[in-house]
């Protein structure tokens, strides 16, 4: 926006340079096109900060909201935690157990291999490991069940 600013302020010397006057109905017409410019060229810059401002809060809100999550799904990870042996890479792969009761069709697949370790279609069986900490094993006993 700076840009438009330097260029009308070009303009603006440039009619002097030039003697473009008042008295002459084109020259009126020329210096009124470049003043109604000028205001558009100083409005874009208001606008401008605005939006920075509002990048800025924006962003901040969405570091804000980011921590919550972070705060929020690290509870419900800690509450409930299901693993299955990939049986592709024998790598222990661990999820939600949440996610066993929220989706129906339900495909895992492994973050080492990316084979699939567990889908809902296939019946296939997850062992409980609790939330890590003290070993109680709720998947199973889950609130609304
Ligand atoms: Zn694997």
Redesign the pocket.
Same mark, same amino acid.
């Given at each position: 926006m700076g840009n438009i600013k330097e260029r009308v302020a070009y303009l603006q010397g440039l009619t002097q340079g030039l003697n473009v006057s008042n008295q002459s109905a084109e020259g009126k017409l020329l210096i009124n096109i470049i003043d109604v410019l000028d205001d558009m060229a100083e409005e874009f810059n208001n606008i401008q900060m605005v939006q920075d401002d509002l990048e800025t809060y924006v962003e901040s809100m969405d570091e804000d909201l980011t921590d919550l999550e972070e705060e929020i799904y690290e509870d419900v990870d800690g509450e409930e935690l299901v693993e299955v042996q990939? $049986?592709?890479?024998?790598?222990t &792969?661990t999820f939600d157990a949440s996610l066993l009761e929220d989706n129906e069709d339900l495909e895992v697949?492994? $973050?080492?291999?990316?084979?699939t &370790?567990y889908d809902s279609a296939l019946e296939m069986e997850v062992t409980a490991i609790g939330n890590g900490q003290n070993n109680d094993f709720r998947y199973g006993i889950h609130p609304g069940i």
């Open positions: 990939c $049986p592709s890479c024998h790598e &792969v697949s492994c $973050p080492h291999c990316g084979d &370790v």
